[in-house]
């Protein structure tokens, strides 16, 4: 890796919560790299932490050790203030529930996200334009998004995550509420976007189709985060038959 193209460093993140007989480590050490056109995605059980992980590197909720670097920045050494700079900026966000503003139209939904970094008028409608030209959604630009299918909206919401160019772009479960040609379609884009663009894509799911567009596979399981070695078998599998083996102890 050339520390040029290096987007995203991450050490030894750790967040607890509670204190004492209460205390769960939902993150525990993490480590983590990405470079530009890199798609890493993280996997595991559900409660293993992969959330968490997101919203800290993403600079949403403070980790209770560790560092995130964004673009050589250290996004965990800035004051509280300074970070909804660095996510309108420098990070692009994708959720499961899409976020949209169901009034709005496509357009709209897009430029809004352009009017709060500052970008207005003319410049931002060819912006948001351009934009949802390009996932597919030309003929959809004044449907609100409410009148749009899951497939669509997640496509809104990738444009809208797109619109003040970052570098890094954090997926949470993209996939999880779109059938299977949607969820296709999504995963494609996604590809497109990592690779014609150099853009970093950082996608935490259960959805095991996801693997075939990832350069990197990692799992996560009670906060400890590994990288899951080309070859080897559905991480789900093995988890899931460790679960029966406890339970059946």
């Known amino acids: ?10 050490e030894g993140l750790t967040k607890v919560f509670g204190a004492g ?9 993490v480590d983590l790299c990405a470079c530009a ?3 890493v995605l993280v996997m595991g059980p559900s409660g293993s932490g992969k959330t968490t992980l997101l919203t800290m590197i993403g600079g949403l909720l403070r980790p209770t050790s560790g560092r995130v670097f964004i673009d050589g920045v250290e996004i965990t050494a800035l004051p509280q203030g300074e970070l909804p700079r660095v996510r309108r900026h420098h990070v692009g966000f994708i959720f499961q529930t899409f976020n949209l503003l169901e009034s709005l139209t496509a357009l709209e ?18 912006r948001a334009r351009a934009l949802l030209v ?5 003929g959809r630009l004044d449907f609100n998004a409410r009148d749009l299918s899951g497939g669509e909206k997640q496509r809104v ?3 809208r995550a797109l619109a003040n160019r970052p570098r890094l772009l954090l997926a ?23 690779k014609k663009e150099g853009r970093t894509v950082i996608v935490v799911s259960h959805d ?27 991480p789900y599998l093995a988890d899931a038959r460790s679960a029966g083996v406890r339970g059946a102890s």
């Open 134 to 138: 390009e996932a597919g959604l030309e």
């Open 157 to 159: 919401s990738i444009a």
């Open 37 to 39: 056109g890199e798609i």
């Open 208 to 234: 095991q189709r996801l693997r075939d567009i990832a350069d990197t596979t990692m799992w996560l399981e009670d906060g400890r985060l590994r990288e899951v070695a080309e070859g080897e078998a559905d």
């Open 21 to 29: 007989r209460t205390q769960v480590r939902a993150v525990d050490g």
């Open 1 to 10: 890796m050339n520390a040029n193209d290096q987007i995203l460093r991450v």
């Open 109 to 126: 939904n897009v430029e809004v996200a352009l009017n709060v970094a500052g970008v207005g008028g003319r410049e931002a409608r060819d």
């Open 172 to 194: 949470d479960e993209p996939t999880a509420n779109l059938d299977s040609r949607h969820g296709h379609e999504v995963m494609r884009l996604l590809h497109d976007l990592s």
